[in-house]
Every structure is written in C-alpha cells, then in structure tokens.
C-alpha cells in the first residue's frame, strides 16, 4: 500500500512540475493627456529601454492606442489575462502644471517559454521593423 501511495505521488508531483508556469509582472503607467480626461498608457516589462525609447501601447497598425480611463485600460489588460496586483498615483510638478502619473502593477502567468507577451509598444513595433529589414538585406545579400 505503501508503495502505491509512493507511486502516485511520483506521478502527480510530475504531472504538476510537467506543467509549471511562471508568473511574470507588468507595470502600467498612465498619464493624462492635457485638457482631456483620456489617459495614454505605457507598459514597463523591466525591459532595456534607451533614452527616448517609446514604451506606449499601439495597435496591430501601430497607432497609439489611448483609453479612456484607467479602468478601460485595466479592463482591455483583463481581457488579455493580466491580473491587478496593486496601483498608485504620483503628482509630477507642482502648481498648474502638475499632472498625475498612474502606476498599475500587473500579473500574469505564463507557460516556461514566456510566449504569452503579445503586447506591443512604439518600441518594440519600430524594432521589428528594424529586424524585418534586416533580415530582407541580409536574405538579398546572400541570393
């Protein structure tokens, strides 16, 4: 009987490391356009940014993708599988011209080779670009 206990639980703890996943976290930072309450947001994945790198959300066209709301924006990450784990609010400058900059931090959980990131930034659209052109030289190069 022992032995059978023994076994079964062999089995199930290989089941479950079989199909393990990781839980990986973005930050959402909206910021308030100017004379409107609608909010851009840009996404923080811990990713190598440079200097003016640009990190807001864009559509499968590649246009800037602007909410109206924080809640809208957590309610289009909802829909993509991203969970709400926390958020604040920083004021940037002072006086009149003082903003507010919004700061979700999201989860998700994702299979071991991390292939659920299918959000797209400024960035990240402009690098593929890069990379497709890239490759297109270096596929006529070698013809």
Do not use: P
Not at 88 to 100: A, E, H
């Amino acid at each position: 009987m022992k032995k059978i206990i023994l076994i079964l639980a062999l089995v199930f703890s290989g089941f479950i490391s079989a199909n393990a996943q990781s839980k990986i976290y973005c930050e959402l930072l909206g910021t308030q356009q100017f004379l409107s309450k609608k909010v851009t947001i840009s996404i923080d994945f811990g990713q190598q940014t440079k200097l003016f790198s640009d990190n807001r959300m864009v559509d499968e066209n590649g246009n800037v993708i602007v909410f109206n709301s924080m809640i809208d924006a957590m309610n289009y990450m909802g829909n993509l599988g991203w969970e709400f784990e926390q958020a604040y609010v920083v004021t940037v400058g002072s006086g009149s011209t003082s903003s507010l900059v919004y700061h979700w931090l999201l989860s998700k959980y994702v299979g071991e080779d991390g292939d659920d990131l299918t959000l797209k930034t400024k960035a990240t659209l402009k690098q593929e670009q890069k990379d497709a052109e890239q490759a297109a030289l270096n596929a006529e190069s070698q013809e």
